[in-house]
C-alpha cells in the first residue's frame, strides 16, 4: 500500500496546473499541526523520556536485553511475527492466486471471504478466538463430544492461540498485495511458456512466481511489520502469560508507570519497524525494471 | 490427473477461506443463543442478549460516546484531510515527497507505541476521557485514509476542466466548488466513511485514553472479554460488524460502479 | 524446418449452453497460410486457442500431420505461437525470451545460445540481447514474440493478431516481412485477424467464422469474386447490397422486383446461390462497386440520383441514391479529361450479369 500510494502521489504532481506555496501551505497546515499535536510531540515525549528521565542514560535499553524476561519477550515477539508471517504467506498465496485467476461469481465469492475479515473490527474477530479456544470453547467443546479428550485442554493463552489468531487477523493483508501484482500479471504469460515447451508447475515457477516477488514482498514486510506491534490480539488472547513487545508495554504503563522502560521498548518497536518499512520499499522498486503488463 | 490436482486445490482452497471466515461470522449465531455462557451450535435462538445490550445503561453511554467521536472525528478528518490531499496532489508545496510521506506515517507506526504516548501526554492535561481528546487523536489516526481515497479521487480529475472553469468567468473558489468538489465527491465520501469507521472500531487507543466516564464501546468490550464473557458481548460484536459490512459494503458498490478506486490495499 | 499439414475434424466447443465453435473442419496444408476471420465473437480466437491446447475441445480431433494432439499437453505440442499482445516475459531479457522454448527442452547452453542468435538475426534484432522487452518498441517486441516462437524450430506457428497493436505503417511493414519468412521457411501458419484486407494480403487460403460456423474457406479471389454467402461478400471487401423478391423464375432467366426501385433481369440462373430459389422469394443481391459501370443514358431499369461524388486518387466513388432510397457505390477508374456526371445529376448504370451474387434473404 505504502509505495502504490506515494506512486500516486508522485504521478500526480506533474499535473499542468499547480496551486501556488503558499496556498498549498495553507491548506496543509491543519493536518501538520494535528500530526505535530497528537503524534509527533508524544511520540518524540516518550521516546526522549527513555534517555533524558531524568538524566542522560541507555540504562533503560540495558535493562530489555539484561533482563532475563524481557529479553525473552523480544525474542518470542520475533518468533512469533515471523510464524505468523510465514502461516499467512503459505496460507495467503493460493488465495491471492485463486482472487487473481478467477472470474464472475467465483472471484466475487472469493474477494468477499477476503474483504469480510479485513473489514471486521480485529477486537471482534479476536474475540471470536477466545471462544473457539476457551475452556468450554468450541473446540474443547468438539474434541470432548467426539471422546478424544476427557478434560478440555488449555488451548487459550498460549503462544500457538496467538499465532493461530494473528495469522487470521492479518492474513488479509498478505493476500491483498500479492492479489494486486498477480491481478496485473496477464494470464497470456503463462499460457506461452506452456506454448514454448514449460509444464504447469514449471511455467509457475519461472513465471508467474518471480513476477509476484513484490507482491510476496510487500504482503511478507506488511504483515511482519503489523505483528510486531499488534497489540489487540496478543492482549486478548495471549493474556499475561504469552507476553509480547505490545502487551509488555501496556504492563509497563498502565501497571507499573515505568515511562522510560516503555520509551525504550517504544524505541525498539519504532526502530524494527522503519527498517522494515525501508526494506519494504526497496523490495517494491525492485520492479521497476520491469514493466507488466 | 488434472481432476484430481483440481478437487484438492479446491478443497485446500475451501479450508483456508473457511479459516478466513468462520471466526469472523460466528459471533452472529452466538449472539442469538439461548445459553448464558457461549455455546456453539447455539441450542435456541433468543434476542434476549441484544434486549440486554440495549437496556444496560453502560452499553448504551459507551455505545453514545462512541457515535459522537466517531461523528466529529469523520467532520474533522474529512474536513482537514481533504484540505490537505489538495495541496499535496495539486499544489507547489517544498519537501512535498517527505510531507506525502510524513501524512501516511500514522499508518504504519505501531499503534501500541502511538496509544502509549498519548496516553503519557494527554492524562496530565486532562484529555483522557473525554471528547476532545478522542477526537484530536481519533482524526490523526483516521486523517491519512481521508488524504489517500481524496488523493486518489484527485489524479483522476483532469485539471483542463478547472482551466474551462476558468476560462468560463469563474473565480478560482467557484471552480472548486462548481467544479472540483462535484467530481472529487465520491472519493471525499468514501474518506469520510473510511474515517467513520477507522474511529469506531478503534481499540488500541481507545483502550489506553479512555476514562471512567468517557468510555468506548471497544474498551467497554476489552474490559467485559477479560472480567464477565457474556453472549452480550456477541451481541455487540455482530452490532459492529453488520455496520462495518455495510458501511464497507456501501464503499465497494460506489466504488465498482463509478471506479473511483479508494485505498486498495 | 518445415511445415505439416493442420487437420481440424469436427471441432466443437461451447461455454455453457452459448456455442463457440460448431462442428467445425479445415484442412491445413504444410506450408499454407491461412487466416481465420472473423469480427470479435465469431469463435477465431477459441479455435486457435484449442489448436495451441489451452481450450479442450468438446467434439472432434485435431491432427498435425499423423499426430493427434487433441489430448496433448500445451507445452508438448511443439506448435510456435505468437500471442496477441506479444506476452513476453517482462522479468527476463530478449535473450532469455527467445532462450526460453530451448531451455524448457533442456537443449545445452552451447545450443541454445547459437539458436537465440540465429533466431534473432532472422528478426533482425541483432545487438538487443540484452533489453528487457519494456525497453523495446511496439515493433521489435513483436520480432521478438516472432523469435521466441520460431527458435525451437516447430512446424506450425500460430498468431493471434499479432499486429493489432501497431501503427498503419508498421503493420503494413510487418506484414510483408512476416510473409516472406513465412515462405523462406515453409512453416505452416494460422493466423488470426479481424481486418479482412490484412487477411487478403497475406494469405494463401481464408476461413471466415462467424458465429462460430464456417462460413466459407478459399483464396483471397475465391472469397472476393465468389462469396458463398452475404455475410462474406460483406465482409470482404466493399459490397452494395439490394433487396428484392423473385418474380418470374424461367428456365435460365430471373427477374428479380426491387419494389419502387425497379427491376433487374438475370438472364441466367446467377452465381452463388447452392439451394434453387423459389418464386417470391425474398432475396439479396450483391455487387461490388467496381463492377457496376455508369450509363449517362437515364432510360435504364434502374436509375438513380447522385447524392455524392468522392475523389479517391486513382478511382472516382459515386454515391447514388435510387428511387426506393437505397444508396449504391459505384467506382470508376478516375478519368482525366471529359466532364464527369455531378451531384444531382440522374443517371442510369449498367451492371454486367456475372457480376450479381443472388443470396436468399432469411439468412442475411
Given amino acids: 500500500m505504502w509505495t502504490a500510494l506515494q506512486r500516486r502521489f508522485r504521478d500526480g504532481s506533474s499535473s499542468p496546473r499547480e496551486y501556488g506555496t503558499a496556498m498549498s501551505l495553507g491548506l496543509v497546515a491543519p493536518l501538520l499541526l494535528l500530526l505535530l499535536i497528537a503524534f509527533v510531540y508524544p511520540v518524540g515525549r516518550l521516546l526522549w523520556n527513555s534517555i533524558f528521565a531524568p538524566d542522560a542514560t541507555l540504562v533503560h535499553y540495558g535493562r530489555i536485553i539484561e533482563e532475563p524476561l524481557y529479553l525473552l519477550v523480544l525474542w518470542r515477539t520475533l518468533e512469533i511475527a515471523f510464524v505468523v508471517t510465514v502461516l499467512a504467506f503459505l496460507l495467503g498465496y493460493p488465495v491471492a492466486y485463486a482472487m487473481a485467476r478467477m472470474s464472475g461469481r467465483r472471484a466475487m465469492l472469493v474477494a468477499a471471504c477476503v474483504l469480510v475479515p479485513l473489514w471486521t473490527s480485529a477486537l471482534v474477530r479476536s474475540y471470536a478466538w477466545i471462544v ?102 496478543p492482549a486478548l488472547v495471549g493474556g499475561p502469560r504469552t507476553l509480547m513487545m505490545s502487551t509488555l508495554m501496556a504492563q509497563q504503563t498502565t501497571e507499573l508507570l515505568d515511562w522510560p522502560f516503555a520509551g525504550a521498548l517504544s524505541a525498539v518497536l519504532l526502530a524494527s519497524t522503519l527498517l522494515l518499512v525501508v526494506l519494504y520499499r526497496r523490495a517494491l522498486s525492485f520492479n521497476k525494471g520491469f514493466k507488466i503488463g | 490427473m488434472t481432476s484430481v490436482t483440481g478437487v484438492v486445490a479446491a478443497l485446500g482452497l475451501g479450508l483456508i477461506l473457511f479459516f478466513l471466515l468462520f471466526p469472523t461470522l460466528i459471533v452472529v449465531p452466538m449472539s442469538v443463543g439461548t445459553a448464558s455462557h457461549i455455546e456453539f451450535p447455539p441450542r435456541g435462538i433468543t434476542l434476549r442478549w441484544y434486549i440486554e445490550y440495549f437496556h444496560d445503561p453502560d452499553w448504551m453511554a ?163 472479554i477479560d472480567f464477565n464473557l457474556t453472549p452480550v458481548i456477541a451481541a455487540v460484536s455482530t452490532v459492529l460488524t453488520v455496520l462495518s459490512l455495510i458501511l464497507m459494503g456501501m464503499i465497494e458498490i460506489a466504488r465498482r460502479r463509478s471506479g473511483y478506486g479508494g485505498p486498495r490495499r | 524446418m518445415h511445415g505439416a499439414s493442420v487437420s481440424l475434424r469436427e471441432l466443437g466447443k461451447s461455454y455453457g449452453p452459448v456455442p463457440a465453435v460448431e462442428r467445425l473442419a479445415i484442412d491445413i496444408r504444410p506450408g499454407e497460410f491461412l487466416s481465420l476471420l472473423g469480427p470479435s465473437g465469431s469463435g477465431k480466437t477459441t479455435l486457435l486457442m484449442m489448436v495451441a491446447g489451452f481450450e479442450r475441445p468438446d467434439t472432434g480431433a485435431i491432427w498435425i500431420g499423423d499426430r493427434n494432439i487433441t489430448q496433448v499437453a500445451p507445452n508438448r505440442r511443439d506448435i510456435g505461437m505468437v500471442f496477441q499482445r506479444y506476452a513476453l516475459f517482462p522479468h527476463m531479457t530478449v535473450a532469455e525470451n527467445v532462450a526460453f522454448p530451448l531451455r524448457m527442452r533442456g537443449f545445452p547452453k552451447t545450443r541454445i545460445s547459437q539458436s537465440v542468435a540465429e533466431a534473432l538475426s532472422l528478426v533482425q534484432l541483432e545487438g538487443l540481447e540484452k533489453r528487457l522487452p519494456a525497453q523495446l518498441s511496439g515493433g521489435q517486441q513483436q520480432r521478438v514474440a516472432v523469435a521466441r516462437a520460431l527458435v525451437f524450430e516447430p512446424a506450425v506457428l500460430l498468431m493471434d493478431e499479432p499486429l493489432g497493436a501497431l501503427d498503419k505503417k508498421l503493420r503494413e511493414q510487418m506484414q510483408i516481412e512476416i510473409k516472406r519468412l513465412q515462405q523462406s521457411l515453409g512453416i505452416t501458419v494460422i493466423y488470426v485477424t479481424h481486418d479482412q484486407e490484412e487477411a487478403l494480403t497475406m494469405s494463401d487460403r481464408i476461413a471466415v467464422l462467424r458465429d462460430g460456423y464456417l462460413e466459407q474457406v478459399g483464396s483471397p479471389a475465391d472469397l472476393y469474386d465468389a462469396p458463398a454467402t452475404a455475410f462474406v461478400a460483406d465482409f470482404i471487401g466493399k459490397m452494395n447490397f439490394l433487396d428484392g423478391i423473385c418474380r418470374k423464375l424461367g428456365a435460365d432467366c430471373l427477374e428479380v422486383d426491387l419494389g419502387r426501385s425497379g427491376t433487374i433481369i438475370l438472364p441466367q440462373q446467377p452465381v452463388a446461390s447452392a439451394p434453387p430459389l423459389q418464386q417470391g422469394q425474398r432475396v439479396r443481391l450483391a455487387v461490388r462497386p467496381e463492377r457496376m459501370k455508369l450509363d449517362r443514358h437515364d432510360d435504364r431499369k434502374i436509375s438513380g440520383v447522385i447524392e455524392a461524388v468522392i475523389f479517391a486518387g486513382a478511382s472516382h466513388t459515386f454515391l447514388i441514391r435510387l428511387a426506393g432510397g437505397e444508396i449504391i457505390h459505384v467506382q470508376t477508374q478516375a478519368t482525366h479529361g471529359g466532364s464527369l456526371p455531378q451531384e444531382g445529376d440522374r443517371i442510369g448504370f449498367v451492371i454486367p450479369d456475372d457480376a450479381v451474387h443472388v443470396f436468399p434473404q432469411a439468412e442475411c
Fill in chain 1, 132 to 233: 473457539i479456544l476457551q475452556r468450554n470453547g468450541i473446540v474443547n467443546d468438539l474434541l470432548e463430544e467426539a471422546g478424544l479428550i476427557e478434560t478440555p485442554l488449555r488451548l487459550l493463552y498460549t503462544k500457538g492461540a496467538v499465532i493461530l489468531a494473528m495469522t487470521h487477523v492479518l492474513l488479509p493483508f498478505m493476500i491483498l498485495p500479492i492479489y494486486s501484482i498477480l491481478r496485473n500479471i496477464p494470464d497470456e504469460l503463462a499460457k506461452a511458456a506452456r506454448n514454448l515447451g514449460a509444464s504447469a508447475p514449471q511455467a509457475f515457477l519461472r513465471i508467474t512466481l518471480p513476477l509476484s516477488l513484490p507482491g510476496a514482498a510487500a504482503g511478507t514486510l506488511m504483515t511482519f511489520i503489523l505483528a510486531l506491534g499488534f497489540y489487540i490480539t
Fill in chain 2, 62 to 224: 459507551a455505545t453514545w460516546f462512541s457515535l459522537r467521536v466517531a461523528i466529529a472525528t469523520t467532520f474533522s478528518a474529512t474536513l482537514v484531510g481533504t484540505l490537505a490531499a489538495i495541496a499535496l496532489v495539486r499544489g507547489r508545496l517544498p519537501g512535498k515527497e517527505f510531507l506525502q510521506a510524513f501524512t501516511l506515517a500514522p499508518l504504519v507506526v505501531p499503534h501500541i507505541v502511538i496509544a502509549v504516548a498519548l496516553y503519557l501526554t494527554f492524562a496530565p492535561l486532562g484529555l483522557t476521557g473525554n471528547l476532545t481528546g478522542f477526537v484530536i487523536a481519533h482524526t490523526m489516526l483516521a486523517v491519512p485514509y481521508v488524504v489517500v481515497t481524496v488523493s486518489a479521487a484527485l489524479q483522476r480529475f483532469d485539471p483542463a476542466l478547472e482551466l474551462a472553469a476558468l476560462n468560463c468567468g469563474a473565480t478560482r473558489i467557484q471552480a472548486f466548488f462548481y467544479i472540483v468538489l462535484p467530481n472529487i465527491l465520491p472519493g471525499v465520501a468514501a474518506g469520510a466513511v473510511f474515517a467513520f469507521l477507522a474511529s469506531f472500531d478503534e481499540a488500541t487507543v481507545a483502550f489506553f485514553i479512555s476514562g471512567i466516564e468517557g468510555k468506548t464501546i471497544t474498551r467497554k468490550m476489552f474490559e467485559d
